[in-house]
Structures are given as C-alpha cells and as structure tokens.
C-alpha cells in the first residue's frame, strides 16, 4: 500500500505543480509534508526507534482526503488559466517604512514586558509556554510585521535594525520555549520573503534541509542545553541532547502515526472542536466563559506503551466530525484557501495572509491549527489589514486617475 500511495501521491503533486507552474500551492506543500513524513517513519525511524507503522488503513483514508483537495486544487487551476492576470500588486508599496516602524516597536515593547513580566512571575528556568493575555496578541505583531520591516528597509543602517530586530525576537521566542511559535513564524518569513520569486528546486532542497536543521537545533536547546542550565537535571547535557533528538522525531512523527486511531474512531473526538475559534468568540462576546478547549487526551498510540494527543489536520478532523463531515469540512476550509491563494496568483493581493497559511499547512501534519486561536486571530488581522490597504490603494489610484481625466478634458 505504500508503494501505491507514494505513487499516487507523487503523481499528483506533478500535475498540480505543472498546473500552476509553481512548488508554492496548498496542495503541493500540505501533501508533500505528509508524503515525506510517512516514508521517512515507515521506511527509516521504525526501525531505528521503534515507532509504529503508518497502516496501510491509514494510508488508503489519508489518500482519499488528499484526492479530494486536488480535486479542488484541479478545479480552481481550471478558473485561473480562464483569467487574465494583472500587474501584481505589492503590499510594500502601500505602507511606508515609519508605519511597520511603529506597529512593529509597538509588538516589541509588549513582547520585552511580557517577557520581564513572565520572568519575575515564574524564574528564567519556568516561563515556557507562559505567554498569554493582551500582551501576548501584542507580540505576534513583531513576527507578523518582520517581512515588511525588512522589505522596507533602505540604506545600512536600517537594514542592520531590522536584521538585529529579528535575531531579538525569535531570541525571545526560544526564551519562552515555544517551538511551534519559532517555526511557524520563521517559516512564514521564510515564505513572504520569497513567494514572488522563481525559485529552482536545488534552492527549495538547501532551504529545507536547513530548516530542518533549525528545527533539530531549536529542540537541542530547549529540551538539551536550556535543562542543562536552568535545572541542572541528572544525566547531563549528553544525555539531554540524545534526549532532544529523540523528542524531535517524536514530535515530528507521532501525529502521523496517529492517523492510525484517529482515522478508525471517527466521532470520538467532540464535533465543536473544529469549529473552536468561532465557538469561543461567540462565548466571548456573550459574557460565556465556558470555552470549547481544543486539546485531547493524549491517547493516539504512537509507540508501543507510548500515546501522543495530536495528529494533525486530516486524523483530527475525521476524529471529531466524522468521515462524511469532515470531507464537508475540508472541502470548505480548501475553497477558501485556493480563494484567497487565487487572488494572490492573479492579483498579487493577500501576500501576508497567503504566505501565513503556507505556514500553517507545512505544519498541519502536527494538528489542525485553525481551531487555534493564536494562529487564526494572527490570520485574520493579516487579512483584514491587506484588504484594507489593497482598497485604500484601489481608491486612491481611482480618485488619481479620475483627477487626471478630468485636467486632460480640460486642456481640451
């Protein structure tokens, strides 16, 4: 069966990338994420750690939830070959550098006394995973506004600022331990920083064996050298980094082979669950503090004796809706991505907001982050701040053009 998968897997990843001519789609990244993570699991960490196999059950289910997103992906590249596209427009050239200056020193300043504010509350050694409330929101805006601080950025000085401003942050981000926050983000500056680019598969290669590197370097500090010297734990910093490594492919692999549970025990999980954001929001606005929690019970068998509680986009949405209401669930959530993907492709519009979801998808194997809060809220300010900035720019090139229409009618 995995023969079978890899086959048609790679197949459809060369029919959508010659479609749209580009390795940056939804479903070229989503799908290959997968694809790679159950080969290197099947045919590699099996044997070297003794992680369970991703059944071929699994596999045939995981293939039919794939098929119907390239089915969406095939159908939208249909509607973007009919369309002109336009002169792509630039995000860049509708906010001045003072602007991102300020909203990025205002995420700064809150994420410096959130960090002091944590540190005084709990030690150095205890503020992982601490980071809440206003000022936390505050901070995304750091990560949020660091491609067009240094996209904006002119002459040495302010491009020195800005590459320093960046090393400070994702610094902060390590102090608190949050390695999704760190990948998330750097994948997200990795991506608006070159989504406009034709990049050669040898590039895309370097990147990701560097970035993997950056995620193996990222878990040796915080779960090697980090323990080493805030705790001083036995066993020492040899077997904390052996430790690190290990933990690396347990988070990397685990909500893969959790497929195999969560795909089989369909509406176990709690049919709100995917629709947390909304749910909460609403309770929110109403004065309703009971919350609908997105977290599960870490009973997804990963090893034997060993449970994980995550397992990605596709498992956790069929464990909680379903087979039939989860294909409904995706189908939504892809129309809406190649929507808004659509309009980046022919228009240049939403580069932020399309670059964070690519984000967000590379990382799906892990869990459905779109019944996250951290992760939805950061997307729709992206969105709601590049739809007013494309209209600003529309009405004001309209109200220029007209203005210039009417001094040549007069000439006349």
Do not use: W
């Not at 102090?175 to 750097?186: A, E, Q, R, S, W």
């Not at 909500?255 to 369909?266: C, D, E, R, S």
């Not at 909460?280 to 929690?293: R, S």
């Amino acid at each position: 069966m995995l023969t079978i998968f890899n086959f048609l897997m790679i197949s459809m990843i060369y029919i959508d990338y010659k479609r749209y001519k580009t390795v940056f789609t939804p479903f070229v990244l989503i799908s290959s994420v997968y694809l790679i993570l159950i080969d290197l699991n099947n045919l590699i960490i099996h044997d070297l750690y003794g992680f369970n196999l991703v059944t071929a059950t699994s596999l045939m289910r995981l293939l039919i939830l794939f098929i119907l997103i390239f089915i969406v992906s095939f159908l939208f590249s249909i509607f973007y070959c009919y369309i002109k596209k336009s002169k792509a427009y630039k995000i860049e050239d509708s906010i001045s550098f003072k602007t991102v200056s300020i909203v990025f020193i205002v995420g700064f300043l809150a994420y410096s006394i959130s960090l002091l504010k944590d540190i005084s509350a709990y030690g150095f050694g205890n503020i992982k995973g601490k980071e809440s409330g206003l000022l936390a929101h505050l901070a995304e805006l750091t990560f949020l506004f660091l491609p067009l601080l240094i996209k904006k950025a002119r002459g040495g000085v302010n491009r020195f600022l800005a590459y320093l401003a960046t090393i400070i942050v994702f610094v902060f981000a390590f102090m608190y331990g949050g390695k999704y926050t760190i990948l998330l983000n750097l994948l997200y500056l990795i991506i608006s920083l070159n989504l406009n680019k034709d990049i050669k598969f040898k590039k895309i290669i370097k990147i990701s064996i560097l970035f993997i590197l950056f995620g193996v370097i990222v878990f040796c500090v915080i779960y090697g050298f980090l323990p080493s010297i805030t705790n001083k734990q036995a066993g020492g910093l040899y077997d904390n980094l052996a430790f690190a490594i290990r933990h690396f492919f347990y988070y990397l692999l685990s909500p893969i082979i959790a497929n195999n549970y969560t795909l089989t025990h369909t509406l176990d999980g709690g049919t709100n669950i995917p629709f947390t954001v909304i749910i909460n929001c609403f309770k929110a606005l109403v004065g309703d503090g009971n919350y609908v929690l997105s977290i599960f019970e870490p009973k997804f068998p990963y090893a034997p004796g060993a449970n994980t509680n995550v397992s990605g986009l596709l498992g956790e949405t069929v464990y909680c809706l379903g087979g039939f209401n989860a294909l409904l669930y995706l189908l939504g959530l892809f129309i809406v991505i190649y929507i808004i993907y659509s309009l980046f492709m022919l228009r240049g519009y939403y580069k932020l907001t399309i670059s964070y979801l690519f984000a967000v998808l590379l990382f799906s194997f892990f869990a459905n982050f779109f019944t996250l809060s951290g992760v939805v809220l950061p997307l729709g300010f992206l969105f709601l701040v590049e739809s007013y900035l494309q209209g600003f720019r529309r009405s004001k090139y309209a109200k220029k053009t007209s203005v210039n229409y009417s001094k040549l009618e007069r000439r006349r």
